[in-house]
């Protein structure tokens, strides 16, 4: 407390004790001495009290703790490690590390569960089909950042999707301590490491197929190729490996006969005394389709938005992209199923002429060096108010936008577009996707907006530099991924002719393996605004077994979703159908066999070494674990550390002055009642 203060309470308290003796001993009226003592004390509690909240001294509260370091235990719960026979030893070594009273004693220990995601540890199933070990280490930095937290990580270091685990440390600040699951020994083993395959083929066209093959062992082996379909073999070729000719890269071609999903099998015949026959097979199928949707980009000049275009449209293998002048466009105008009209001048007036004439769909993009004059005379849906200013407006997403299904891809942190200033008016029935916002200013004027008018659709973009969206996109996800489906829905919406439906549906025709299996749907009104009290079902029925089950969709955000990850790989047929009326849409899909996680033979000893390594931990197997709670008891870098903890509480906080001064002047006013004093 400030000498300062202690001077003010001083002050306080002889204040206070002039004016309880004025009022008690000078001026009073009372005539018995131990009643005037009385009111004086009390007066002066009271007049003292009030003086110090005034004064409102603050009281510093230490308190001191010690804090023990963290010891994490991270562990592989993916169907792997079962598949390497290391469950049951496992479960044994993560029960003896929770229950150790010297790491308890020393650490505040926690143990996580981890597959492509990471959990608080309550059981070990071993279910888990994907495995993403950087993951884990980018979750618990978010945790454990700031404190000492060693970490045991349970695993066989095989990661089946995210990024390199093995410089983890880069950002991850903890000694790691990897447990490795498996051993060292090799096994004689033929495997298909890499099989690549478009997604999809034309009718009556060959499409190629790549298998990578590779061989572990020491002496020369004969095997074979082979390739099904159904219980036909469509393509088989010899194969041989030895030593140092360990891998092979086999080409070919197979026809693409039948329009839909066409299902394959690949598999090299297993040589003798094969441990992991599974590695020998995989499955694939591709979508044989009977077009092509080409589409125009018109435009007079070069411009960083056709790269983004064009390369986000042609992520989609059944769409090709041809940048085009507009005279071009006009005489190849019937070989293109959509016009894409980039800023355009008068140069543009024959080309409109005919696209209006044959009413085609289009998608206009209006921006600083689009010639509004031409924009207003010649189109009927919308003008642009005429000023010669720009602005530059970052994006509202419109979550009840209802044309077709869209899901928010973090617009809001994408960079501004530059935009021509001024108010659109449209003439006919229109929705925003997305609309305007300078700061947090959100204005309710059009960025992204689709049209239904006259037998035809229209999408009109006011903004250029999209290429930025697409690399702001990138860097938010680590793919392009999000935004070429956000761009490949608008193409399939202007591409299409069906008519609005109440009830639309997105599934992929064919999943390889059973985990991402996600439907999504969503249903309109009459008046085609989506309905959030509806109940949605799919009735699924396995062509194969002819097993029906069904599954409820849940309402997330602006659609409805099913997980269908727990079906076994078959084919399918199914009906969403709307539970309080008579609406339904069906449809088929394919769920490939593959097992990523069963593809290994041996743990990832070299990388688990090395990230042991990296953080200055040390790497153990699992038969070999004695040393580890020494090491990590005895390690002078995990010390408890005592702490301290201060806390300035004014006394204005203090409930029981206020008390104090009730009490004092409850008593005192009935003390002088009482005596006939008021």
Known sequence: MQTETILYIILSGIIALFIA????????????????????????????????????????????????????????????????????ATIDLVQDLLDNDDLKKKFNVSAYSFGNDLTLLDSLSFSEKETNINH?????????????????????????????????????????????????????????????????????????????????????????????????????????????????????????????????????????????????????????????????????????????????????????????????????????QLIIIYQPDSSFKALQEALDKERKNRFVVIGPKTNLNFINTSNKNYEHEIVSQTEEYQVDFNSNFSPFLIDDIDFASFPPLNSNYGAIKFSVPFQSLLTKRVGNNSINEPLLATIESDGRREVVLFGENIWKWRAQSYLNSNSFNDFDNFMGKMVQYLASGRQKSRLNIEYESFYIGNSGI???????????????????????????????????????????????????????????????????????????????????????????????????????????????VDDLVNDKRFVSVQKSHKNTIPLIDWKFLLAIIAMCLSAEWFLRKYNGLI
């Open 21 to 88: 003796l004025f009022q008690y001993r000078y001026k009073s009226k009372v005539k018995q001495l131990k009643l005037n003592v009385v009111f004086t004390i009390l007066r002066f509690l009271t007049v003292f009290s009030v003086l110090l909240l005034i004064v409102n001294p603050k009281f510093e509260k230490k308190k001191v703790y010690t804090e023990k370091p963290n010891l994490v235990i991270a562990v592989d719960n993916s169907s792997s490690i079962g598949h390497l026979k290391r469950d049951e």
């Open 136 to 336: 884990v280490f980018g979750q618990l930095n978010q945790v454990y950042r700031a404190s000492v937290s060693p970490t045991v990580l349970i695993t066989d270091g095989n990661q089946t999707f995210g990024n390199d685990y093995q410089f983890a440390h880069n950002s991850y600040k903890q000694p790691i301590y990897p447990i490795i699951l498996g051993d060292t020994v090799t096994h004689t083993d033929l495997r298909i490491e890499q099989l690549n395959v478009n997604k999809y083929a034309f009718l009556k066209n060959r499409f190629p197929v790549e298998t990578i093959v590779v061989y572990n062992g020491n002496t020369t082996v004969n095997s074979r190729l082979e390739v099904t379909k159904g219980s036909t073999i469509v393509y088989s070729e010899s194969v041989n490996f030895s030593k140092t000719n360990n891998s092979k890269i086999i080409n070919f071609t197979l026809p693409a006969n039948n329009i839909g999903t066409n299902s394959y099998k690949v598999n090299v015949v297993p040589i003798d005394n094969e441990k992991n026959v599974i590695n020998n097979t995989k499955n694939f199928a591709i979508e044989v389709i009977d077009q092509k949707t080409k589409i125009a980009f018109v435009t007079n000049f070069i411009h960083p938005d056709i790269g983004a275009f064009k390369k986000s449209i042609e992520s989609n293998e059944q769409r090709s992209v041809s940048v085009l002048k507009p005279s071009e466009a006009l005489a190849q105008m019937n070989d293109y």
């Open 518 to 628: 996600l439907i999504k749907a969503q249903f309109f009104d009459k008046n085609y605004v989506f309905d959030d009290r509806e109940t949605l079902v799919i009735k699924i029925k396995d062509k194969i077994s002819k097993v029906d089950i069904e599954f409820p969709f849940v309402l997330r955000n602006n659609n409805y979703q099913v997980d269908l990850s727990s079906l076994t790989p078959s084919e399918y047929d199914f009906t969403v159908s709307a539970t309080n009326e008579k609406i339904s849409k069906s449809g088929s899909f394919t769920i490939l066999e593959y097992d990523v996680e069963q593809q290994f033979l041996n743990a990832n000893v070299t990388k688990l070494e090395q990230l042991a390594t990296n953080s200055q931990g040390r790497s153990y197997f699992i038969g070999n674990t004695e040393n580890l």
